[in-house]
């Protein structure tokens, strides 16, 4: 299997001394087993009291105790594979050691040159997911990446998506919900013989509602790999202080995983932490502040801490609304603290602002940021051969030069990252080659991308599955009213294409 991600070569920065991080673990223990956690479903109650919860049924209320946790703690995969179509793309979660780089989604598109962004066609939605696919440094794909592409109706755009990943990616993938949507995009995982990540979105504060309780259950009977993300926001949703907003969220996410094993043991889930700090002039999340980073990092370091893999969003937005210095610090500097905090995964790759649009030029810059810090984690070589103090002594003073040796030209591209989109040429010889931004670099570079890469295709029999699954839930979905009438006619449209399924 190819390797995917980056090992840090050196120890993760803590954010929380000791004493510190004991306060915080006990406040999770704490929440859990004083406040408890609301739990609407009747059948998760009842499996849980039979696990050794305590349940208060007429509150709909579940209190946790701390041997009930750490054994679903002991129960819990201490990082594991996830199986993508094409086999060396398989990708190992392993908390504490790897970090993997996923991209950041959006709801649009985002055009750099009109500087607007709108819903994706299904070309171009194709296209980005290939694009994504072409990328050295994504080692795997987030869900969405666009919440879907025009002329379909909302409750099919992430089936769309699904859809699309299998056909034009080889990479492992994660997979949003809406409408119940899961049950279909379960059954495409089966048809293509892949795990398929997806998400149990709990309700904070400290909430179960019916429907994640359904979807646990089904995810466990499937046997796939899933993550629990709250989404609270600070002083909101959630306390204000970081300490506090990370209590209530890993409580949250905690319990998920409670209940996880409790239904069947070895499930694997992970963690994921989409704690926003808030402008509190507005109430907005402010995307790209700071204080979604230290938040994530002592988010990191607790999950670490139990040996279950975390994912970071700190890095995934920015408040900027274009492509430019705003958007290269907030994201950049995210993306270093949690890479230096040990985040098991990362989104960040074409991230924009607000969660609201996405960049296939900017994924193609974030994919050169991504090279370099991988290339930060790997550290020194500090074997006889990297300290290099046989050359040294053998080169000796002036004259003596390390322009010709053999240790030069076999490493030097080991001890540096060598970025495809960013200018390193003199001022002259930029001025003479046209004066190119890097904007205009990744964009040359990602059309050399599009007309190069190839993506082995599925199989007839597949391609046929896949089909018959989108249209078992376009016809459910016609059947019980979500799609209306108008919706099915733009949509029928889209699917008559003699380009279908590409464009």
């Given amino acids: 299997m190819e390797k995917k991600g980056a090992e840090c070569a050196f120890p993760y920065i803590n954010i929380l001394d000791e004493s510190a991080f004991a306060q915080v673990r006990d406040g999770v223990y704490t929440v859990l087993q004083n406040t408890g956690v609301t739990v609407q479903s009747r059948k998760m109650r009842k499996i849980l009291k039979d696990y050794g919860c305590r349940v208060d049924e007429e509150r709909e209320r579940v209190y946790f105790d701390r041997d009930v946790i750490l054994r679903a ?27 993997q780089f996923i991209n950041a989604c959006g709801t649009g598109i985002y055009h750099s040159h009109t500087r ?49 990943k299998y056909r034009v990616s080889s990479k492992a993938q994660i997979e949003g919900t809406v409408f119940d949507n899961y049950k279909f995009s379960t059954e495409m995982a089966k048809a293509m013989g892949t795990d398929l990540c997806q998400i149990v979105n709990s309700a904070a504060p400290l909430t179960y509602f019916e429907e994640t309780a359904d979807q646990i259950f089904h995810y466990t009977e499937a046997g796939l790999p899933f993550h629990f993300a709250a989404g609270p926001t600070r002083g909101l949703t959630c306390p204000m202080g970081a300490g506090g907003a990370v209590i209530s969220n890993n409580a949250e996410g905690l319990a998920g995983l409670v209940m996880a094993q409790a239904v069947r043991p070895g499930s694997r889930v992970w963690m994921n932490s989409m704690i926003m700090t808030p402008d509190m002039s ?22 670490r801490y139990y040996g279950i893999p975390c994912w970071s969003n700190a890095a995934s937005w ?9 958007a290269g610090f907030e994201q950049s500097l995210a993306l270093l603290s949690q890479c230096l905090s040990g985040a098991t995964v990362i989104s960040y790759q074409g991230g924009m602002y607000a969660e609201l649009y996405a960049s296939p030029v900017k994924a193609v810059i974030d994919d050169d940021v991504v090279g370099m810090v991988k290339r930060l984690m790997r550290g020194i070589d500090t074997s006889r051969e990297g300290l290099s103090v046989e050359l040294i002594q053998e080169t000796g003073p002036i004259p003596g030069s390390f322009m010709d040796s053999d240790e030069t030209l076999e490493n030097w591209r080991e001890e540096c990252y060598v970025p495809s989109v960013a200018s390193r040429t003199s001022y002259t010889e ?17 059309k050399n991308l599009l007309e190069k890469h190839t993506v082995p295709s599925i199989s007839p029999e597949q391609e046929q599955q896949l089909e ?8 459910w979905y016609r059947k019980t009213g979500r799609i209306t009438e108008e919706e099915w006619k733009i949509y029928q449209e889209d699917l ?5 399924p590409y464009a």
Avoid at 468 to 475: E, G, P, S, T
């Fill in 73 to 99: 703690l002991e129960a819990s995969p201490k990082g594991f594979e996830i199986k993508a179509r094409d086999e060396k793309n398989h990708v190992l979660l392993q908390p504490g050691k790897t970090t």
């Fill in 116 to 164: 607007e962004s709108k819903a994706p066609t299904r070309k171009e939605f194709y296209e980005y997911i290939r694009l994504l696919d072409a990328l050295p440094n994504l080692d795997f794909q987030n869900c969405f990446p666009f919440f879907g592409f025009d002329k379909v109706p909302e409750c099919m755009k992430l089936l769309e998506s699904t859809a699309a």
């Fill in 282 to 303: 507005t109430g907005k999340p402010a995307f790209g502040d700071i204080g979604n980073s230290y938040t994530d990092m002592a988010f990191n370091q607790y999950w």
């Fill in 318 to 326: 920015s408040s900027s609304k274009t492509i430019d210095y705003q």
């Fill in 430 to 446: 930029w001025k003479a080659s046209g004066e190119k931004s890097i904007l205009e670099s990744a964009e040359n570079r990602m």
């Fill in 468 to 475: 018959d699954i989108l249209q078992d839930a376009r016809n």
């Fill in 496 to 500: 008559c294409s003699p380009d279908y």
